[in-house]
């Protein structure tokens, strides 16, 4: 019974609280990280931003008159994932930024509006002490590209496509036959059917890339459930 009391005690008295200098300090450390975020959410959306406009030009340019040219749609599919890419290196160093701050939300400042004391009993400190000694991203380029594409690039992307087919179907007059279509679509020297095929395979790509990243991410949250982690 006293070896018990004793361990409890020791217990205790080996749990570490923050004085008021350190709880200052942390403040002014989450300051920092949430501006950083932000800073880097910002960024975030000026590329999204620049997908939307080009993509805005090319539906102008296309559907000007019926017999403009869905050339430009085309092209802007391409440079739509230019954008996802520098995106999804940005995301990676939002990312960092986003952890950080959200782990002293749920770990440091949670704890202290409850009334339960801040504490490092959970390891929360050491993971983040770890994380500013030893930085790097919390999250693969590949499930980042995933994550802007199920996201925001998904829906440009689809407006894409389609624009593109509806363009075909359309203009300069109404398809009757689906070999109109197949003739509308083919682009100086290229074929029709090779012009068509390579929209599938892109855009079958693409889907096939989210769903397989979102099973990826999936597998990687049900494996960091059960234990704290960043990213």
């Known amino acids: 019974m006293e070896s018990r009391q004793e361990s409890q005690e020791t217990k205790v008295s080996s749990t570490k609280y923050f004085d008021s200098a350190e709880i200052g300090a942390i403040a002014h450390l989450y300051r920092?990280?949430?501006?950083?975020?932000?800073?880097?959410?910002?960024?975030?959306?000026n590329t999204t931003n620049w997908a939307v406009v080009t993509t805005g030009i090319a539906l102008s340019l296309?559907?000007?008159?019926?017999e403009a040219s869905p050339l430009p749609l085309v092209l802007v599919g391409i440079l739509v994932l230019v954008f996802l890419m520098f995106e999804a290196r940005r995301y990676r160093y939002f990312n960092v930024w986003r952890a950080r701050a959200r782990l002293l939300e749920t770990d440091f400042y949670a704890p202290m509006l409850s009334g339960r004391?801040?504490?490092?009993?959970?390891?929360?400190?050491?993971?983040?002490?770890?994380?500013?000694?030893s930085p790097e991203h919390h999250i693969s380029f590949v499930?980042?590209?995933?994550?802007?594409?199920?996201?925001?690039?998904?829906?440009?992307?689809?407006?894409?496509?389609?624009?593109?087919?509806?363009?075909?179907?359309?203009?300069?007059?109404?398809i009757t036959e689906p070999a109109q279509a197949i003739a509308r679509a083919a682009i100086g020297p290229i074929q029709g059917e090779i012009v068509i095929l390579a929209g599938v395979l892109f855009h079958g790509g693409w889907i096939a890339f989210a769903i397989a990243t979102w099973i990826i991410e999936l597998r990687v949250r049900r494996r960091r459930g059960t234990r704290v982690a960043m990213g």
């Open 32 to 45: 920092g990280e949430v501006h950083r975020s932000t800073v880097w959410r910002s960024r975030l959306d």
């Open 62 to 66: 296309t559907f000007a008159g019926p």
């Open 117 to 133: 004391g801040v504490t490092v009993e959970s390891g929360w400190s050491d993971l983040l002490a770890r994380d500013y000694i």
């Open 143 to 174: 499930r980042a590209i995933g994550r802007r594409l199920r996201r925001n690039y998904a829906w440009i992307l689809s407006i894409q496509l389609l624009s593109y087919y509806s363009k075909i179907a359309i203009h300069p007059t109404p």
